[in-house]
């Protein structure tokens, strides 16, 4: 009986361990509450659809605007452990982009412009443009 109790002590120990080799950080819902902007992505199956324009299929996903249509498409995602480096186009196609999107813990996200156009979303009726590093909250 006390074999038994210890193997699932034992299994019970282990559990959490096993967990973290399934841990995918970049399939997620990120946002950023300042800017109003998030992050629908999954890099690793590339599932994301974007709302209201399905003709673009399945992507690695997108930044969309709060409370708009508007969104920057990530049109590649290459995972290296925590940073993944992706390209990104705006939703009418005439502005790309290079960044990288750094997992720095279970709930905090880093999104870095390298080169390309200037990140920028609608805001009142503006081009807001957003700085070129911007942290991203899980939700």
Wanted: with cysteine.
């Amino acid at each position: 009986m006390n074999k038994l109790i210890s193997f699932v002590f034992a299994i019970l120990l282990a559990l959490p361990a096993m967990g973290q080799n399934d841990k995918k950080p970049f399939r997620a819902y990120i946002y950023n509450k300042e800017y109003e902007v998030y992050l629908r992505i999954d890099f690793y199956d590339e599932s994301i659809t974007v709302p209201g324009q399905e003709l673009y299929g399945q992507l690695p996903g997108y930044l969309g605007k709060m409370h708009n249509s508007f969104c920057w498409v990530i049109t590649s995602a290459n995972v290296m452990d925590n940073e993944a480096k992706i390209a990104m186009i705006n939703d009418f196609g005439s502005e790309d982009l290079i960044a990288t999107l750094t997992y720095e813990n279970d709930s905090l996200y880093r999104l870095k412009q390298i080169e390309g156009s200037t990140l920028k979303v609608p805001k009142n009726g503006k081009w807001q443009k957003l700085p070129k590093t911007l942290e991203f909250k899980r939700q």
